[in-house]
């Protein structure tokens, strides 16, 4: 069976994170998704909200499921089996940065990590800027699925009403 890993951060899941999955999905036996747990990061959302969003828009997918890691993702690899990371790139800058993690990756477990260009309608897409826009009131709509637009918004404006997290 062929197994894969999509790793990353999820905060949120948008649009090009799908893609990438779904794209992995068509590739893989089984795809995990893995959402990185580092304690000393500032998310928006926690583990548990990240993991439950990921699921429910995963959910077309038979073939993928959701966990949690926090540490090496090669040991989260070598702990399940799992052989191969799939990884989007947006751009050259990413490639620079992921060309060294898979390198490193491979130097610490037996994995190889496969590259997946992103489609170009999400070429400009990242968590960061999604969270950065919605604050300011921009539209993201389009750039998440609608379940976790409604959840970024709340999160946003109970965050706004508590002066902030």
Known sequence: MRRAVCPG???PVTNGHLDIISRASGLFDEVVVAVGVNKSKNRLFSP???IAMLREVCGDFPNVTVDSFDGLL???CAERGIHAIV???R????FDYELQMAQMNASLADVETVFVPTSPEYSFLASS???EVATFGG???GLVPPMVHERLLQRLA???GSGGR
């Not at 751009?91 to 990413?94: P, Q, R, W």
């Open 9 to 11: 951060s999820f905060d």
């Open 48 to 50: 548990e909200e990240r």
């Open 74 to 76: 090669t040991t989260f």
């Open 87 to 89: 990884k989007g790139l």
């Open 91 to 94: 751009a050259v800058s990413d």
């Open 129 to 131: 800027l999604v969270k």
């Open 139 to 141: 539209d993201v709509s």
């Open 158 to 160: 109970e965050n706004a």
